[in-house]
């Protein structure tokens, strides 16, 4: 089993914790994690990566042990900082790897800096403003995106609660396995200071400029090889996804489901998640 390094990077005035796994000379996947969750989401995915790959999972600004917030949670910023921290630690073209918000990073970064990218993957997340977003926002089981997105009040109700509010959506959206106490834990910490619950609700105060930014560019053909991935328990159809993707203009598009698996796949299952990623990596080298 491949063992975890941990580091604080300097990166835009911020310091980002990044989580690493597997030899500096390898191919590097960096993932991105999404709400209510840190980098700890990929650690199980990481620790079956083994030697073959350089992993890189860092905490989004804010989140868990990283510091400093960004000066906004649009998709676009976002990825700004994750390119400047991919150059800080010299990795090159990497496959980038966003679940859930950090699938929303990735595509912000397929927009505006493909070129610099191997392949890239967006797992169990819509994109602001491509299809289906609208039959999702419009979806009443959905209500937490309006919610989150009203300032402050999300943070005076949540705050001193996040552990039985998370438990909430790890309940609601999981597979048949569930999710484990200490990944829910991991969740509360990586939350518990007042920067990091800010943080984990701006980026859904950020999403009329990610679904303004994301419009602007559709249409735009890309043909960055890109793998949507999707657990089978997770509502909607994942054909449904891919279609909106590739109408937006990703050409070279697949789809991957996870089987037996809810919303958090890679806590649900980190094996099959690695085996996807590296097959896929694999194809992309």
Known sequence: MAQIRHRQIAVDGLAIHVAETGPDDAPAIVLLHGWPQDGSAFAGVMAEFGDGVHAIAPDLPAIGRSRGAARSYDKTTLAGHIRALVAMLGLGRVILVGHDVGGMIVYAYLRAYAAELRAAVIMDVAIPGID??????????????????????????????????????????????????????????????????????????????????????????????????????????????????????????????????????????????????????????
């Not at 959206?173 to 910490?189: C, F, M, T």
């Not at 809810?262 to 085996?275: K, T």
């Open 132 to 285: 289906p977003w609208q039959e999702v926002i419009r979806n009443p089981h959905i209500w937490h995106f309006a919610f989150h997105a009203i300032p402050k009040l999300p943070e005076t109700l949540v705050n001193g609660h996040e552990g039985p509010y998370f438990d909430f959506f790890f309940d609601a959206l999981a597979g048949p396995n569930g999710i484990r106490p200490d990944v829910r834990a991991r969740a509360v910490a990586a939350y518990a200071r007042d920067e990091s619950l800010r943080a984990g609700f701006d980026f859904y105060r950020a999403f009329p400029k990610d679904e303004a930014d994301n419009r602007a560019t559709a249409g735009h053909s890309l043909d960055t090889p890109v793998l949507y991935i999707r657990g089978d328990h997770e509502t909607g159809h994942p054909e449904q996804y891919v279609a909106g993707l590739r109408a937006a203009g990703l050409t070279n598009l697949a789809l991957a489901t996870i089987a037996d698996c809810g919303h958090f796949a890679p806590d649900e299952q980190p094996a099959a998640v690695a085996a996807t990623l590296r097959r896929f990596a694999e194809e992309h080298r």
